[in-house]
């Protein structure tokens, strides 16, 4: 059975870098989209991006290059660093497993931002 | 704004059948599967539809996807009072290039 869980900071000061691991279990990693999305609190979803097995990365342009998706795959891990973070930012943040349907989804980790 | 557009809620007493559409453009519903999910309070979305009308294991056929040019339909029949969430529909926008959700449609169980 695959599981996914998110791992990082819950506080980012405003100006700085959000920087999120997800670790995956039951899953190889040698195949499908690894993915975050996130949701403001009381909003609905954003996707924010994916990362190949093969590297290869996808980003939603509205973030304006602020978004790095990584993958390592012996370490059964993918993360997410989002720059120079606003309030705006301030979102509960999941990681996923994605194909032609996102199918798996980590429980998500609350991450916000203030000095 | 969301590119997907759902109602932002329905509602139908127990045993009765709710329908939820999204409704989108030729750059994304009309060019890519969609997916439905469901998000309990407090929860992580779950896929309840994906290639536009296949269930997952486990998830039961009164449950029903459809989807016709560029809007797409969830069906819930027989609703029971655990169906109360909101629920999202997802496709892929080749104009975007990104992902894109819906609003999120929250169902209340009269």
């Known amino acids: 059975q695959v599981h996914l869980q998110e791992s990082g900071p819950g506080l980012v000061k405003p100006s700085e870098t959000l920087s999120l691991t997800c670790t995956v279990s039951?899953?190889?990693?040698?195949?499908?989209?690894w993915s975050w999305i996130r949701q403001p609190p009381g909003k609905g979803l954003e996707w924010i991006g994916y990362?190949?097995?093969?590297?290869?990365?996808k980003y939603n342009p509205s973030h304006k290059g602020r978004v790095t998706i990584l993958i390592d795959r012996s370490k059964k891990q993918f993360s997410l660093s989002l720059t120079s973070v606003t309030a705006a930012d301030t979102a509960v943040y999941y990681c996923?497993?994605?194909?032609?349907?996102?199918?798996?989804w980590g429980p998500g980790t609350l991450v916000t931002v203030s000095s | 704004q969301s590119v997907l557009t759902q109602p932002p809620s329905v509602s139908a007493a127990p045993g009765q059948k709710v329908t939820i559409s999204c409704s989108g453009s030729?750059?994304?519903?009309?060019?890519?599967?969609v997916s439905w999910y469901q998000q309990l309070p407090g929860t992580a979305p779950k896929v309840l539809i994906y290639?536009?009308?296949d269930r997952p294991s486990g998830i039961p056929d009164r449950i029903s996807g459809s989807k016709s040019g560029t809007s797409a339909t969830l069906n819930i029949n027989e609703v029971q009072t655990g169906d109360e969430a909101d629920y999202y529909c997802?496709?892929?926008?080749?104009?975007?290039?990104?992902?894109?959700f819906g609003g999120g449609t929250k169902l209340t169980v009269l």
């Open positions: 997802g496709a892929w926008d080749n104009g975007l290039d990104t992902g894109v």
């Open positions: 030729t750059s994304n519903i009309g060019q890519s599967f």
């Open positions: 290639e536009d009308s």
């Open positions: 990362i190949y097995y093969t590297g290869t990365t």
């Open positions: 039951g899953d190889s990693m040698n195949t499908h989209y």
């Open positions: 996923a497993r994605e194909h032609t349907t996102i199918d798996h």
